[in-house]
């Protein structure tokens, strides 16, 4: 198992009603997938409905995880 590098942030739901307290983990490097992977994906994550948004206050943390 690898491990890599990640930041967190508090969140919220991107659907509504946006709810919060959802936590964030961003991979630093990015993670490869195949075209089978991320049409599977897609079937469970049903799109993103909310623009890209500032950091309002947030604090991003940086963390490792074992992938």
Do not use: F
């Not at 991320?38 to 909310?50: V, W």
């Amino acid at each position: 198992m690898r491990t890599g590098l990640l930041v967190a942030y508090a969140d919220s739901l991107t659907t509504p009603p946006g709810t919060e307290g959802v936590r964030r983990n961003v991979m630093v490097e990015p993670v490869t997938l195949s075209k089978s992977q991320l049409e599977a994906l897609e079937k469970i994550i049903k799109g993103n409905n909310r623009p890209v948004q500032s950091l309002n206050g947030r604090v991003v943390i940086q963390d490792t995880v074992a992938r």
